[in-house]
């Protein structure tokens, strides 16, 4: 019996030998290709995801420069409403702009 098996499984055509042979060279391939190629891209990956963080940092941080330059800015005209009546020493006039300051810029009464 064991010798039927060992003929039996001889018997394979040429043509199922060449398919295998060519599938498997085919993987082969493959595998090689990648190989090849895949770290290359992978470090592609790494430094473009490196400059997009770049460009991101520096998008918010210019984004956070001119919020602050508008705050500046309308501090700046805010103090001038509040030059004359410091002057001339008009408490009820400095309250009433301040309160409409305060009421315009929420985010600075929790400042003061």
């Known amino acids: 019996m064991g010798i039927r098996r060992n ?3 001889y018997r ?3 043509r199922r030998r060449l398919c ?22 992978i470090h592609d990956i790494h ?3 490196a400059e997009l963080q770049h460009v991101a940092v ?3 941080r210019d984004h956070i420069q001119f ?11 805010q ?3 509040f030059r004359f009546p410091f002057h001339s020493g008009d408490q009820a006039t ?18 003061v």
Do not use: C, H
């Open 47 to 49: 430094v473009t995801y």
């Open 20 to 41: 295998w042979l060519l599938g498997g060279m085919s993987l082969m391939t493959l595998l090689v290709v990648n190989l090849v190629w895949l770290p290359d891209t």
């Open 12 to 14: 394979v055509s040429i």
């Open 79 to 81: 103090a001038m409403l």
């Open 7 to 9: 003929i039996v499984r």
């Open 67 to 77: 919020f602050l330059a508008e705050k500046e800015q309308a501090l700046k005209s």
């Open 58 to 60: 520096r998008g918010v």
């Open 94 to 111: 400095l309250r009433q702009l301040a309160q409409r300051f305060f009421q315009r810029e929420p985010g600075l009464v929790s400042i």
